[in-house]
């Protein structure tokens, strides 16, 4: 059993930083991938929640992708000795505003048995606004 869970969100001013961290327990192995999304308020639908930065963890390295408006802006990084992934914002904005969920993919052994499965934290809501 893998449980995610996000914190870190509030209301900033626009310009300001916010660092949302993204906590993994439970008999975990390793990470293969890592991600946060935005959703907006209300939504919970996977297919509207939009990609802000991701990693994939391969033998021959890693990839981080962000989105086009998150790009310069923020980061997103990994602690292996807690489980838990990162994401630095700064310079908000407004349209930064939403419930921001972390996606990690990870790998689990029970029984003699490999499984790699995606697992969604519930969000932590970041509200950018004067």
């Known amino acids: 059993q893998v449980e995610v869970v996000e914190s870190g969100g509030a209301l900033v001013q626009p310009g300001g930083s916010l660092r949302l961290s993204c906590t993994a327990s439970?008999?975990?192995?390793?990470?293969?991938?890592m991600g946060w999304y935005r959703e907006a308020a209300g939504t919970q639908r996977e297919d509207q929640r939009e990609?802000?930065?991701?990693?994939?963890?391969?033998?021959?390295?890693?990839?981080?992708n962000y989105a086009d408006a998150a790009k310069g802006r923020f980061t997103i990084s990994r602690d292996n000795t807690e489980n838990t992934v990162y994401l630095q914002m700064n310079s908000l904005k407004p349209e930064d505003t939403g419930v921001y969920r972390c996606?990690?993919?990870?790998?689990?052994?029970?029984?003699?048995?490999?499984?790699?499965?995606?697992?969604w934290g519930k969000g932590t809501v970041v509200t950018v606004s004067s």
């Open positions: 990609m802000v930065a991701q990693t994939y963890i391969r033998p021959s390295g890693t990839s981080t």
């Open positions: 439970g008999n975990i192995n390793k990470f293969y991938a």
């Open positions: 996606k990690l993919g990870i790998t689990t052994i029970q029984f003699g048995t490999v499984l790699d499965a995606d697992y």
